[in-house]
């Protein structure tokens, strides 16, 4: 029998460079009446679309915590007023059906450097789902995003784009972006 008494560990701190939340990502069973309602409703704009998408019947497990056999068929990033866009998710099945899964709803948050995001997320033991990957192409190119759960399962995502994202350099509006904390 040991009397010796256990040193606790320090824990880690906070996700660094975290700036705020950048987008907050939907599952919608059709996307132009998804954006259509928040176009006439609320204002949005769209911003940029991507897919359809090909990818391994087992994607949407790894990325967006889903059942295999959903696949993103389309996406369409949009700006609502001020703040954080939306992103609306149109999933498929397999078998060529839509559905509205509630799989893939999200919150995305801005980092400055995913590299010391990634590093402190294991630190705390987070499960990382998939990531980083870094979009080099196409409407998206210069993003960078990885998703990870929370202790509770909640899917949650880090994205960064310091250099800009390609869609938004030839709009003619200002798309919101956080910026980063100012210490005081």
Not at 47 to 63: K, Q, R, S, T
Not at 112 to 135: F, N, T
Not at 166 to 180: E, F, I, M, N
């Amino acid at each position: 029998m040991s009397n010796a008494v256990p040193v606790p560990q320090p824990v880690p701190g906070p996700v660094p460079g975290l700036a705020g939340v950048e987008h907050i990502g939907l599952v919608v069973p059709e996307l132009d009446t998804a954006t259509q309602f928040f176009a006439t409703v609320l204002g949005g704009e769209s911003l940029y679309d991507v897919g359809p998408f090909d990818g391994p019947e087992d994607w949407m497990a790894g990325h967006l915590a889903g059942s295999s056999g959903a696949h993103i068929h389309r996406m369409r990033v949009m700006a609502i007023a001020n703040g954080p866009t939306i992103e609306l998710i149109e999933l498929t099945q397999s078998h060529g059906s839509a559905t509205g899964s509630p799989a893939g709803w999200h919150i995305a948050f801005y980092v400055e450097d995913m590299d010391r995001a990634l590093a402190q997320l294991k630190a705390h033991g987070c499960q990382i789902l998939s990531g980083p990957v870094e979009m080099t192409e196409g409407p998206s190119a210069g993003l960078t995003w990885l998703y990870f759960t929370a202790p509770w399962g909640q899917q949650l995502e880090l994205v960064s784009y310091p250099g800009g994202i390609a869609a938004y350099r030839s709009l003619k509006r200002r798309v919101w972006r956080p910026s980063a904390a100012v210490e005081g």
